[in-house]
């Protein structure tokens, strides 16, 4: 199912720091179509700790779907750049002496170099994002199901469209057999009687009526979609059923839809008229339209 969803929180401020220390978590989900589970995280290293806890709970709310999680921790430009104290400053000097007493030609700390020393270790690093990125993300996925039920809201719309669709080509087909049956039954009646003509009278008139009536028969078991159609409506009503209840059930509708393909395909393969086969490919393609987006539901 695909979906959406952002959060955001700030720290620090909540704490009573000033603004200009401010860290900003932002944590995004993305989903989108897939047959199973697939996750993916793209996290900062200040949260790679925080992954399990992550994963346990995208997998106890989804079950389908290739999901991305993506964070990213931003500073305020003050809160990004160090403060040292006078005594860092001063134990950096006296390190600094040190090497420079073992390796004379050693270049002297520039600004950015001292300014990266003491920045490690700064306030993003000390921040503890145990209990908070996983709120976030409890937040987000909740979102994420909101904007993923109103797509299945109108994924299910769709399919019932189609359904109603199919419903009218099945009803179609119905007629068409006996019309079929009745056709060949007064071409098998024509060609004995033709027959009767070339043999001047040696086949009695019974005979060859019930020839007739015979090969019209089995014809009509060949092309007879009766079955097919009644297999093919029952799956219908098991796809509403199962739209109407909701909940986990893009497999089984997985399921159906196989199996109203094979249906489609079987009255296809018994088709004796273009009527017939052109309901058959009409049905096909609906059915594939409903296959493509059953991968979407959960």
């Not at 090497?99 to 503890?128: E, H, I």
Request: net charge negative; glycine share 6%; with cysteine.
């Amino acid at each position: 199912m695909t979906g959406y969803a952002s959060a955001q929180h700030t720290s620090g401020a909540d704490a009573g720091e000033t603004a200009s220390h401010n860290l900003r978590l932002g944590l995004e989900i993305r989903s989108v179509n897939s047959r199973f589970l697939d996750l993916t995280f793209r996290l900062p290293d200040e949260l790679r700790a925080q992954e399990p806890a992550l994963r346990a709970l995208l997998t106890a709310k989804l079950k389908r779907g290739k999901v991305e999680v993506r964070a990213a921790i931003d500073q305020d430009a003050a809160a990004s750049l160090p403060q040292p104290t006078p005594a860092l400053l001063h134990r950096l000097v006296s390190l600094q002496d040190q090497v420079q007493a073992w390796l004379p030609k050693a270049n002297g700390l520039s600004v950015s170099d001292a300014l990266r020393l003491c920045g490690q270790g700064g306030p993003g690093s000390a921040t503890d994002w145990s209990e908070i990125a996983p709120a976030l993300a409890e937040q987000a996925v909740t979102e994420l199901l909101a904007s993923r039920e109103r797509e299945g809201k109108r994924l299910a719309q769709m399919l019932r469209d189609r359904i109603q669709q199919l419903r009218a080509l099945a009803e179609q087909a119905v007629p068409l057999v006996p019309q079929l049956v009745e056709q060949q039954r007064q071409r098998f009646l024509e060609r004995w009687q033709e027959a009767m003509g070339l043999t001047e009278g040696q086949v009695a008139p019974e005979a060859a009526q019930d020839r007739a009536l015979t090969e019209a028969t089995a014809f009509a078991i060949r092309i007879d979609v009766a079955e097919e159609i009644t297999r093919l409506s029952s799956h219908l009503d098991e796809v509403e059923r199962l739209l109407k209840k909701g909940g986990d059930i893009g497999k089984r509708l997985d399921f159906l839809i196989q199996e109203m393909h094979r249906e489609a395909n079987t009255l296809g393969s018994k088709s004796a008229a273009l009527e017939l086969t052109r309901i058959s490919v009409d049905m096909k393609v609906l059915i594939e339209q409903m296959r493509e987006q059953v991968q979407n539901i959960e």
